[in-house]
């Protein structure tokens, strides 16, 4: 239950933030509708797409996007984790959730 519980929150988190940065983007697209070119900095902004959007498909990959609830300890305990090995927050999740089926497969 604690580990569905802290995977619940974990990745409800990460959703808001990709929620919020999509909105951030669309923001900016509609206070500049007349520049379609991309938003970066550095690097980034030097780079330009190879794809054109008219002919993209997409396809689901081979994630599933899951929500969990977690008690807010867990979740900062998480996140210091993630942030010691400088990786996100899902990918720390995803190892953790590896590693439990591994053990749990192999009693």
Known sequence: ??????????LNESLQEELAQAESVQKIREQNPNDEGPHGEGVDALIRST????????TPGKTRRVTFFFEPGKVELLKALAKEENIFMREKIS?????????YRSQ
Do not use: H
Request: overall charge negative; hydrophobic content about 50%.
């Open 1 to 10: 239950m604690d580990l569905d519980a802290f995977l619940a929150d974990v």
């Open 51 to 58: 794809l054109e959007t008219s002919t993209m498909e997409i």
């Open 95 to 103: 190892q953790i959730v590896a590693e439990y089926l591994e053990r």
